[in-house]
């Protein structure tokens, strides 16, 4: 049996999300081509920033009275991805805060400078964010890989 409290815990897709949020804005599209391209753009916002999709159009919703563009959507799922990451611990005197740290090494027949991670706290949260990055972006192209 279905009836109008069901309907209301089915999970809401991309479309319906969008509808909800600014159907009744000023500048929504009239087009259902134009819906599908905002719903498709909320899809790719929250999938590359790891910010789920209700979450981005609530913050749309605050900064403007106006509908989202897809452009918009990304920008805003973009900064909501760097506000909620860790903050970075500070750096130390070697890496004057910048958390690299350069050294020379001879390589034949030069002194060549490099930069490595600092063993600070900031160096090696940095070293860390770089490898879960590396190993986030594998893991998606293995998950592309296998549903090819
Ligand atoms: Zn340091």
Redesign the pocket.
């Known amino acids: 049996m279905k009836d109008a409290f069901d309907d209301n815990t089915e999970q809401a897709g991309p479309e319906d999300l969008v509808t909800a949020a600014f159907s009744r804005c000023s500048n929504w599209p009239k087009t259902r081509e134009g819906l599908l391209g905002l719903a498709q753009g909320l899809k790719r916002a929250s999938d590359a920033s790891g910010i789920a999709m209700d979450a981005i159009l609530a913050r749309c919703a605050l900064l403007s009275q106006f509908c989202p563009t897809d452009f918009d959507l990304d920008k805003v799922a973009k900064e909501m991805a760097i506000e909620s990451q860790p903050k970075a611990p500070s ?2 005197a ?2 004057r805060g910048s ?1 690299w ?1 350069s050294f020379q090494k001879h390589v034949d027949p030069l002194n060549t400078d490099y930069a490595r991670h ?3 706290a ?2 090696q949260w940095m070293a860390a964010q770089e490898r879960r990055r590396k190993e986030e972006a594998a893991a998606k192209k293995r998950a592309r890989g296998e549903s090819a």
Do not use: V
Request: charged fraction near 20%; glycine fraction near 28%.
């Open positions: 750096g130390c070697i890496c958390g740290e600092c063993s600070c900031r160096g």
